[in-house]
């Protein structure tokens, strides 16, 4: 956790006094917090991005229900990747959307099954994880953003890109954001959460300015204002210091570490006929067990035996990928990774 950074930042931002940040903030987030943003983005991502097309939420689930709340009617039906986060599930829940899954392959989400679905069904929007995708790790290449992209033209429907992801992998493994590939057609979400702390709830959205404008357009932002002005000042400092940048290539660092002990423990412990792909950023990697085998039914045992891991169903609206595990690896210090992988493969042989 960047605790010396924040005490910093704190530091330098809170006797400068500036009495607006303490008021409440204009919707779309102050134009100085979206300045630093969008420089620091810039830098990062290898690709301009506008302090005119960001929008500050309270994080990335905070920015999800925003989009649907102010682009989605209940019964609309929404396309998501199987398998895709847990967490947003609960969100389409919330907002009576129906949730339809896409196939997905060991690139990403399957492009030719969704132009086949695309000519049935055209959804209000898609959701998609393309970088260090949660649960699998993988990112989709290229290629397919391209493909990804036109169709969203073609068919007319948008893409909600969670990109919480990008900057925490291997550079040369990340392609630019889906946005580069369809400026009109892409949000992209962005959080603060994987590069420096979650408990600080700032995340964003990038989209062209007139889907910004209408997100901002809502309710809760008109009677609450712009999000954690406080925080968001306190942050710029982190950015203009270089705070940020430094504590965003520690965490790499050590996020890389940890995956590449994971990898090796898992390539030296598991018995032959579990398969996983190995990533290049993200924190996790997705284990494929046996048809047979039944991560759900393991988990207690697991627990008991001192290692947890998120069983597959939870990943899928249709419950699928019932011999699937997600492990995370950058919770823990090598010597519990160690511990916990010979657990997890003496777990699965004792269910063999
Ligand atoms: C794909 C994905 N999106 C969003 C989130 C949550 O992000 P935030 O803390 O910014 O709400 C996570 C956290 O695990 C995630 O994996």
């Known amino acids: 956790m960047p605790l010396a950074e924040l005490c910093q930042a704190a530091a330098h931002r809170l006797p400068i006094a500036d009495p607006s940040c ?159 590939f369809g400026p009109g057609q892409v949000l992209s979400l962005g959080s603060f959460s994987k590069i420096l702390a979650p408990g600080i709830r700032l995340g964003w959205v990038e989209g062209p300015p007139d889907e910004i404008n209408a997100l901002q357009d809502c309710g809760v932002l008109r009677s609450g204002g712009g999000v954690a002005p406080v925080m968001c000042a306190i942050v710029s400092s982190a950015i203009q210091l270089g705070l940020q940048d430094s504590f965003l290539e520690r965490a790499c660092r050590i996020y890389s570490s940890r995956r590449q002990h994971m990898i090796s423990c898992l390539s030296r412990e598991l018995p032959a006929g579990v398969r996983f792909q190995v990533p290049h950023g993200g924190f996790y990697i997705w284990l494929e067990l046996p048809a047979s085998s039944d991560a759900v039914a393991m988990l207690a045992a697991g627990e008991a035996s001192g290692v947890s891991f998120r069983a597959g169903p939870s990943f899928s609206p249709g419950q699928n990928f019932r011999n699937f595990m997600r492990l995370c690896f950058v919770f823990n210090e090598e010597k519990k990774l160690t511990d916990g992988v010979v657990r997890l493969a003496e777990l699965i042989r004792s269910h063999w």
Do not use: W
Request: contains cysteine; proline residues 8%.
């Open 22 to 180: 303490y008021a409440y903030g204009p919707e779309q987030g102050g134009a100085e917090f979206r300045a630093d943003l969008a420089d620091f983005l810039t830098r990062h991502y290898g690709v301009p991005v506008q302090a005119g097309e960001l929008l500050i939420t309270a994080g990335a689930s905070h920015a999800l229900d925003l989009v649907l709340t102010r682009l989605c009617r209940p019964g609309d039906t929404i396309f998501v990747e199987d398998p895709t986060y847990f967490f947003a599930l609960g969100i389409f829940a919330d907002r009576h959307l129906r949730v339809v899954p896409v196939p997905t392959d060991p690139a990403g989400i399957d492009v030719d099954a969704l132009e086949l679905m695309l000519r049935t069904k055209v959804p209000r929007l898609l959701y998609t994880i393309p970088v260090f995708h949660n649960p699998t790790g993988v990112t989709l290449p290229e290629e397919r953003r391209r493909r990804l992209a036109g169709l969203a033209t073609e068919f007319g429907f948008l893409i909600v890109a969670d990109e919480v992801y990008q900057l925490t992998g291997d550079l040369a493994a990340a392609p630019a954001p889906l946005r580069t």
